[in-house]
């Protein structure tokens, strides 16, 4: 089945430094693309929409400059969290759109659990 | 817009009961339901999803949940719970058009005692 990878599982970095996060997607092409903050204990927030080519859609609240999506192909997306603070310590979670699945075909990358000290 | 509500942050029972985690939906077009389980420090595993196919859908490990348009529902349940269902569940929502994510509701706890 259709299979989204996401690197790191885990990443510690100091404070006033930037993280990198990728998912691919390995057996298909996402077209959409979507990332979420899931805080402990609590619900997924989606944070963005990226399409690929084109420039992410950010929720309400999210600052665009802080967390830089970045939509280059068709199996890529990254997201980087740049000049880190503790309080972006979280997990982050990407989701994959099958492009020639419409409807309900998504897919999760694992998870990144960023601590940031 | 679509949103979930789930009723109950905390569900407990007994291994061998019933499992019902209760969820109600709010979209202005046709929704795609799903139900999502996440253990502890790991990602989100689909158990079903509803497509606007079949109204009781089977999933796996024993879930099922069905859905029902006069309630807005879609309760997941399973007729015997074991240990291993411990776990956070999700109920969440999305619609057929291109792009649109899902929508996640703040989610269950089950608790299973021996």
């Known amino acids: 089945g259709a299979v989204v990878s996401q690197h790191p599982s885990w990443v510690i970095c100091k404070s006033g430094t930037s993280v990198k996060i990728e998912c691919r997607s390995l057996d298909f092409q996402a077209t959409t693309m979507f990332w979420y903050r899931q805080f402990p204990k609590q619900s997924l927030m989606l944070m963005a929409t990226?399409?690929?080519?084109?420039?992410?859609?950010?929720e309400q609240g999210v600052e665009k400059d802080k967390f830089l999506i970045n939509h280059a192909s068709l199996t890529l997306s990254t997201l980087t969290v740049t000049s880190a603070h503790p309080e972006d310590s979280s997990f982050y979670i990407c989701s994959a759109r099958n492009r020639l699945q419409t409807g309900a075909g998504y897919t999760f990358g694992s998870g990144t659990r960023l601590t940031v000290v | 817009a679509q949103s979930v509500t789930q009723l109950g942050s905390h569900v407990s029972v007994s291994e061998g009961a019933l499992v019902l985690l209760r969820c109600n939906y709010s979209?202005?077009?046709?929704?795609?339901l799903f139900w999502y389980v996440q253990y502890p420090n790991q990602g989100l595993q689909l158990l079903l999803k509803?497509?606007?196919?079949?109204?009781l859908v089977k999933g796996i490990n024993g879930f099922e949940a069905e859905f029902k348009k006069s309630e807005t529902s879609f309760h997941l349940t399973k007729p015997s719970a074991h240990m291993s269902d411990a776990a956070e569940y999700f109920c969440?929502?999305?619609?057929?058009?291109?792009?649109?994510?899902?929508?996640f509701g703040k989610g269950t706890t089950l608790s299973v005692s021996s």
């Open positions: 979209s202005s077009v046709p929704p795609y």
């Open positions: 969440a929502v999305s619609v057929v058009q291109a792009g649109t994510a899902l929508i």
């Open positions: 990226s399409n690929e080519g084109s420039k992410a859609t950010y």
């Open positions: 509803y497509t606007s196919a079949a109204t």
